[in-house]
């Protein structure tokens, strides 16, 4: 999971803290399930106010050759 926060917030990808680079620049690696996912990325400003994004994958692993 890779995105970019405009301000200075506090960032966390379905629960856990990500770091922010000094640009607001942000990625982190997630283990996934087979079939679906919830990818929730939370922000926080520095007042409290927070919000998400949602999104919902499909994982299928490659089949064994």
Known sequence: VQGRAREKVTVMVNGAPVRLDEEGNFSTQLSLVKGTN???VNIID???????ILRTVTYTPP???
């Open 63 to 65: 089949e064994d050759q």
């Open 38 to 40: 919830e990818i929730r």
């Open 46 to 52: 520095d007042d409290g106010n927070t919000d998400y």
